[in-house]
């Protein structure tokens, strides 16, 4: 599947809905992934005290310094459901899940 497809009801209908059951639970309270081609979408929520202490805002400008390397990252849901998708190919080496962890922590 390519990296774009993971949208794609027709081509992907669970979409990312890979359980993930490493991830550091003092950071997330859930996640999931889904891997393509070219590497691994994820979509991972964090807990309420990260979310409380971290709010994320892309438009402030440390905040948009800070995630500017992860690649299509998307926070939208942040807010309201601490949801963080983003798409982590496979020859990255710094933007990955756990950096994001480290970020958060």
Do not use: A
């Not at 891997?35 to 400008?61: A, C, F, Q, R």
């Not at 905040?63 to 798409?87: N, P």
């Amino acid at each position: 599947m390519k990296k774009e497809d993971v949208f794609n009801e027709e081509i992907n209908p669970d979409g990312i809905s890979e359980e993930v059951l490493t991830l550091n639970n003092i950071v997330f309270d859930r996640g999931y992934c889904c891997e393509t081609d070219e590497g691994t979408w994820w979509e991972v929520y964090v807990t309420d005290k990260i979310k409380k202490g971290y709010p994320i805002n892309l438009s402030d400008e440390d905040h948009k310094e800070t995630f500017k390397g992860f690649h299509d990252l998307m926070v939208d849901h942040y807010e309201s459901d601490g949801q963080i998708t983003f798409f982590e190919p496979y020859e990255e080496e710094v933007y990955t899940i756990n950096e994001l962890t480290e970020i958060l922590i």
